[in-house]
């Protein structure tokens, strides 16, 4: 089993940046896909990003495409979503996810296992 903790999310304007990170207690986080999915403001769900457990694959959604990057660092348990030229409609409360039981990262919900609180995202225009 695995907890996890999101941080960094906060206000900031368009066109700025933000860097949220995702740290994971438990043993085996390198053996884990991780995602981050985020939740706007009278919306559903929808995915963000996603790595493999290797890091060797990422994925995006394209409304972040060429805008945001996740990276994952297994010596510190913890995976980042950089985030760059954000537009208002980037806000959400931004959900950190992992999983063990794909081959691979995957943009699914439903096949990610543990989640995180979430941390709010605001982006003023």
């Known amino acids: 089993q695995v907890q996890l903790v999101e941080s960094g999310g906060g206000l900031v304007q368009a066109g700025g940046s933000l860097r949220l990170s995702c740290a994971a207690s438990?043993?085996?986080?390198?053996?884990?896909?991780m995602g981050w999915f985020r939740r706007p403001p009278g919306k559903e769900r929808e995915f963000v990003a996603a790595?493999?457990?290797?890091?060797?694959?990422?994925m995006f959604a394209d409304s972040v495409k060429g805008r945001f990057t996740i990276s994952r660092d297994n010596a510190k348990n913890t995976v980042y979503l950089q985030m760059n030229s954000l537009k208002p409609e980037d806000t959400a409360v931004y959900y950190c996810a992992a999983d063990r039981t794909m081959i691979t990262a995957s943009p699914l919900a439903d096949d990610y296992n543990y989640w995180g609180q979430g941390t709010q995202v605001t982006v003023s225009s």
């Open positions: 790595v493999s457990w290797s890091g060797g694959r990422t």
């Open positions: 438990g043993r085996s986080f390198s053996s884990y896909n």
